[in-house]
């Protein structure tokens, strides 16, 4: 599976962006997906996941209640609507596709990712 994220930018806070992921392979379906973001001079943290239906999410708290992420099979994308955005969110969004369908909470648990897009959100 090859991924690629796209949609970030610079915003105010207070504002919405939504990054999408596109990929490419015929298994898109069959993988949780997951958001990860790494701010500079911070590890890779977990945002958001979803599994293969879609059915389930699960948020870290910290995002919980102004990200939701949702995903279209049919059309092999992975999404994150980010609404209420602070300067904390500030960070380089990853997509990853987990090696099974059910969701997964650490970066060891994915075993694709792609390239990431920079969120900025100003004060």
């Known amino acids: 599976v090859q991924l690629q994220a796209s949609g970030g930018g610079l915003v105010q806070a207070g504002g919405s962006l939504r990054l999408s992921c596109a990929a490419s392979g015929p298994t898109f379906s069959s993988y949780a997906m997951g958001w990860f973001r790494q701010a500079p001079g911070k590890e890779r943290e977990f945002v958001a996941t979803i599994n293969w239906s879609g059915g389930s999410t699960y948020y870290a708290d910290s995002v919980k209640g102004r990200f939701t992420i949702s995903r279209d099979n049919a059309k092999n994308t992975l999404y994150l609507q980010m609404n209420s955005l602070k300067p904390e969110d500030t960070a380089v969004y990853y997509c990853?596709?987990?090696?099974?369908?059910?969701?997964?909470?650490?970066?060891?648990?994915?075993?694709?990712w792609g390239r990431g897009t920079q969120v900025t959100v100003s004060s």
């Open positions: 990853a596709a987990a090696g099974t369908s059910f969701i997964r909470t650490t970066t060891k648990g994915y075993a694709y």
